[in-house]
């Protein structure tokens, strides 16, 4: 009988480590954006739209600073998508307002090749032309294939080629923490 291996994991960021640093977004944002008036978030799918909705709440409540808050899903601009998408056309982006002269920050879990990041803007820049767009990202892991930097950074770590890191949120995954495997 073969011995199966166990999976060893490590927390990069508790649940109060990733409130913490979801707060730090809002009072960056709010210092830098605050008399805009034309500030806007999309979350990119999966997980980016919550991030999105928790740092406006937080924005809302302790800053006094509304922001609307959108979803988009970049499958359809992704240059691999007939590997990720095979059998058809999936597409639930819902932006209830108009991007074009926004200042749009993206919110993404995991920054790694960019790829997906790319995607977004090809999205988004389809959808308007925003003033600026900005990119917030939980965790940047490297590995980037395309030149693309987060304005804002939670957790900066190195990946062993092969590792992987998973953005646990309760809404999801009933928990909320970041784990390296």
């Known amino acids: 009988m073969q011995k199966s291996k166990a999976t060893k ?17 809002a009072a960056r944002i709010s210092e830098e954006y605050a008399g805009t008036g034309s500030l806007a978030f999309i979350g990119i ?12 709440a937080v924005l809302k409540e302790k800053h006094h600073l509304p922001v609307p808050v959108g979803e988009l899903d970049a499958t359809l601009y992704r240059d691999d998508l007939n ?4 059998k058809g056309r999936i597409d639930a982006t ?3 307002f108009e991007v074009t002269d926004k200042t749009v920050i993206l919110f993404d879990d995991v920054l790694h090749t960019g790829r ?11 959808l308007g032309r925003p ?9 940047d892991r490297g590995g980037r294939e395309l030149p693309i ?6 957790k900066k770590i190195e990946m062993a080629k092969g590792g992987d890191v998973r953005v646990r949120l309760a809404e999801i995954d009933r928990v909320d923490e970041v784990i390296k495997v």
């Open 9 to 25: 994991s490590s927390q990069v960021l508790s649940e109060t480590q990733l409130k913490r640093t979801l707060a730090g977004f």
């Open 45 to 56: 799918r999966t997980r980016g739209p919550i991030l999105a909705r928790r740092v406006a």
């Open 83 to 86: 590997t990720l998408l095979p």
């Open 94 to 96: 819902h932006i209830s």
């Open 116 to 126: 997906t990041v790319r995607a977004a803007v090809d999205h988004l820049m389809a």
């Open 131 to 139: 003033r600026a767009i900005f990119l917030a990202v939980l965790v």
């Open 149 to 154: 930097e987060a304005n804002f950074v939670g």
